[in-house]
Structure formats: structure tokens, C-alpha cells
């Protein structure tokens, strides 16, 4: 069964349609959700999302009944504007996902209702290309065919990973959530040291992307565990494990460079969901 048959006549609303939107959007028709089931409210929508008013995706109506889904895909610091024009969806049917960084589950039944049903979804930016991981949690109120649709409306834009409670959302944030700006400035590094080391710009980069891009694929690929991939790369007393001496420093010089960076953004997220 498809998403758009699971969805069924109640449609989906989509409340913001930028990056994260726009990519979930795309994912979802690509695997059998019709225009026709979609409404979409976005104050300055894409050419493309205009031209699919032609295949009959409403734009900025309010439907005319309850959605079966409306997924918020605002900016955090709109949210207070925008979730009033679809609060008359709240404390019914309508399960609400947010991909909305840093708003509790709490706040949106302060704005919709107590028996709202609603899933908090953390994405991160490789959705944009159908590569992400989204990690998901529910309240109370979402039935389990619910939450199986909302994941698998997140996997069309990548993986997936349910959590036990929201407080681990703050993990996630740290780890997946901003962990592509880790991985970017890696990458930026890398490329600078390719540099100096005598390398062209254009070359330093392609080979600094591309291992990085290729490890990545290996590891999810053939499931073998980070470590042991890092052992088979090592040749005792070779160039990789010269290298490895002065990442590493001592044997626990990386890792707490990592664990230092991740709670650093985890205290972050727990400070900002206080408002």
C-alpha cells in the first residue's frame, strides 16, 4: 500500500515548504502520495510547488476538512504565527509531526490541545537529498498505525530511529541533528591541510569530499563496525597509523574531543527548550 493510500481521502497538510519541506515533499510524491492529497500553506512558495497547483496541490487554502496529517515544517521562530491558522485540526484525528528544532511536545498541546496526537521528528540536512536519518518520538495520544505512518513518511527522505523519550531528542540534536556541520568541517580541514601540503584547490577538495563520502558509504553498506575498518585501513608503523598518532594524541585524545563537542551542543538544545 502506498503512502497516499494509508494517508487516504483526509490528505496531508504541509505547513512550511523550504528546504526540509520542500525535500519531504518530493519524497512523499515520488512514492505515490497525489497533489491532489496535498495542501500546503507557505507564504512564499517555489515555481514548482506553484506549478503543481495544475495537478490539483492546494495552495494556501485552508482544507475543508481535517487532514489525516499535518506536518509543521516552520522555522522555530514563526511557529507562534503560524500554528494558529491549523489549531481547529487540534484534539482530533489530526496527527501533527513536527520537524520544528527545538519545540516540545509540550508546547504544541499548550497551542493545539491536551489530546492532540503528536510526533516530534529531529531530521537533519542530508534529507534534502533523500540521505538523511530522522529520529522520532510520540505523545501519548498517537495510536501505533500513526506513528508507523509518520515513520514512514520520514523515510522517504532517509532512515529512521524511534526514541523511548523525548529528553533524548537533545542527544540526537548533538549527534545527527548537527552532526553534518561536523562532518562539513572535517571536510574544510582536510582540504586546507591537502593544500598545504602541495595539492591543488580543486584536487585537494575532490579527494578530501570523496573519502569522505566513500567511507561513509562503506561503513553503512557492508555494516562493519567503524573500528574494525579503521584497524583493516592501519598497517602497523605505516602511514595511516602516523597520521592516527597525532589525531589521536593519547588514546582517548579524539574521543573526548568528541564527547566535549556533543555536549556542548546537547547543553545547548536543553538550554533553548527552556526558552
Request: hydrophobic share 45%; net charge negative.
Amino acid at each position: 500500500m502506498s503512502i497516499g493510500e494509508k494517508i487516504g481521502s483526509g490528505g496531508l497538510l504541509l505547513l512550511g515548504c523550504g528546504k526540509m519541506g520542500g525535500a519531504m515533499l518530493r519524497g512523499w510524491l515520488a512514492q505515490g502520495l497525489a497533489p491532489d492529497q496535498v495542501t500546503v500553506l507557505d507564504p512564499y512558495p517555489a515555481e514548482w510547488l506553484t506549478a503543481l497547483e495544475a495537478d490539483g496541490l492546494r495552495l494556501n487554502v485552508q482544507p475543508e476538512t481535517a487532514p489525516a496529517i499535518a506536518v509543521i515544517a516552520t522555522k522555530p521562530q514563526i511557529m507562534a504565527e503560524a500554528i494558529p491558522g491549523v489549531s481547529a485540526y487540534g484534539n482530533g484525528p489530526t496527527v501533527f509531526i513536527s520537524v520544528a528544532a527545538g519545540t516540545l511536545m509540550a508546547t504544541f498541546e499548550e497551542m493545539l490541545g491536551a489530546q492532540t496526537p503528536i510526533v516530534r521528528v529531529m531530521p537533519n540536512t542530508p534529507a534534502a537529498i533523500g540521505a538523511g536519518i530522522s529520529a522520532l518520538v510520540a505523545n501519548d495520544n498517537v495510536a501505533q498505525a500513526q506513528m508507523d505512518l509518520a515513520e514512514e513518511l520520514l523515510g522517504a527522505v532517509g532512515d529512521t530511529v524511534r526514541l523511548d523519550r523525548e529528553e533524548q531528542m537533545h542527544a540526537v540534536t548533538a549527534l545527527s541533528g548537527s552532526g553534518p556541520a561536523y562532518v562539513f568541517a572535517l571536510a574544510e580541514a582536510m582540504t586546507a591541510a591537502g593544500e598545504k601540503l602541495g595539492l591543488p584547490a580543486d584536487m585537494a577538495k575532490k579527494l578530501a569530499l570523496g573519502t569522505i563520502a566513500g567511507s561513509g558509504r562503506l561503513m553503512l553498506e557492508t555494516d562493519i563496525a567503524p573500528a574494525t575498518l579503521r584497524e583493516q585501513v592501519t598497517s602497523p608503523n605505516g602511514t595511516t597509523y602516523a597520521g592516527l598518532q597525532v589525531l589521536q594524541r593519547d588514546p582517548d585524545g579524539l574521543q573526548d574531543l568528541v564527547d566535549a563537542t556533543l555536549k556542548a551542543a546537547s547543553d545547548r538544545s536543553e538550554e533553548l527548550a527552556k526558552g
